[in-house]
């Protein structure tokens, strides 16, 4: 179904499976997937009598919400703001890494020259180890980086953790009650966009102060790593970073190169308030996922655009004037 003609709607789930109250009739609807973080929906529901009463008993984090788009799952995760009006019920709530930041280490772990994308696996299955609403993780593939980490049980938020080896060689996105993991070289496309398929003027922004030609960083006790220095064209243009799950110098290195393959050069992206998708562009939006690219040509701008770009963000909102999709692209790389 092309972008912005579709229409959406919602259950509440309880955590033993059971379907609280089906909100057929959305007054608003808006939901998201995020690259290397946790993203968030929201839904305002106009109930009839039964159906306000069984919202009634809705509560934070006891119930999930999950959203359809043309009876298709795009959405779900636990309830954390539910509020009650006379005019409807609003609905908010975060995907099921909302949970792994509510979680801590269960268990003393270290690892040694271990792929990252393993050790990402291990800290999302231990957050939910004694307690499981529902999860699966996918390794898309390895990072082909490897280290050292240590974890201490109770010591700093599973969803930190794993944020930290996401800014040292991995991505990860949500699909539902599926936690993907993929290295941060991947490349594989979901579609192509031109000027045709973005419904209003774009800008394309250059963001120079995320430009690094050369990168430290310091991991505990000593460890070091660094990437990049003085660059034929911008000059040296440095940045520190601590990240102190890092036991090894090699592990360091890999993660500095990681910042320099982002940063240098200035990254060029669509700015993500108005890479509005037309609402006849034949982009399949439920395969927009986080991680994916999109190949982009657009000539709009005096800064031509004919590459590959990452989708960081998709965001989908519908309402009385119909529905919207956005999507955030930043530098795919090389």
Not at 37 to 43: E, K, L
Not at 144 to 162: F, K
């Amino acid at each position: 179904m092309p972008a912005g003609c579709s229409s959406h709607t919602a259950q509440i789930i309880d955590r033993d499976g059971a379907v609280v109250a089906v909100a057929d009739v959305l007054l608003d609807v808006e939901w998201s997937r995020v690259l290397d973080d946790v993203s968030t929906a929201r839904v305002l529901v106009a109930p009839d009598a039964d159906c306000c009463a069984a919202l009634s008993r809705v509560r934070s984090w006891r119930h999930k919400l999950a959203i359809y788009r043309d009876t298709q799952p795009v959405w779900e995760g636990p309830i954390t703001a539910p509020e009650w009006t006379a005019d409807g019920v609003q609905v908010s709530a975060v995907d099921i890494l909302g949970w792994v930041d509510r979680r801590t280490p269960h268990n003393d772990q270290t690892f040694v020259d271990r792929e990252l994308a393993e050790i990402a696996e291990w800290l999302i299955d231990d957050a939910f180890q004694p307690d499981d609403p529902g999860h699966s993780v996918q390794i898309i593939g390895p990072s082909r980086i490897r280290g050292d980490r240590a974890y201490q049980a109770d010591v700093g938020q599973s969803g930190d953790h794993l944020r930290d080896l996401a800014a040292t060689g991995i991505d990860f996105t949500v699909l539902g009650q599926q936690i993907l993991i993929l290295p941060e070289d991947h490349y594989a496309r979901v579609g192509s966009l031109t000027d045709d398929d973005f419904a209003s003027e774009l800008v394309v922004a250059e963001d120079g102060l995320a430009l690094a030609t050369r990168w430290v960083i310091h991991g505990k006790d000593g460890v070091r790593g660094e990437a990049g220095g003085v660059h034929p064209y911008y000059g040296l243009i440095e940045r520190v970073a601590e990240e102190s799950s890092i036991l090894d110098d090699a592990s360091a290195e890999a993660a500095a190169r990681s910042r320099l393959a982002a940063s240098s050069p200035a990254p060029v992206f669509l700015d993500s308030q108005e890479a509005v998708l037309a609402p006849d562009s034949s982009v399949d939006v439920p395969a927009l996922v986080p991680g994916w690219c999109v190949d982009v040509t657009t000539t709009q701008t005096c800064r031509d655009i004919a590459q590959s770009l990452k989708i960081a963000m998709v965001k989908v909102h519908e309402d009385a004037d119909g529905e919207r999709v956005s999507l955030q692209l930043t530098p795919a790389g090389v």
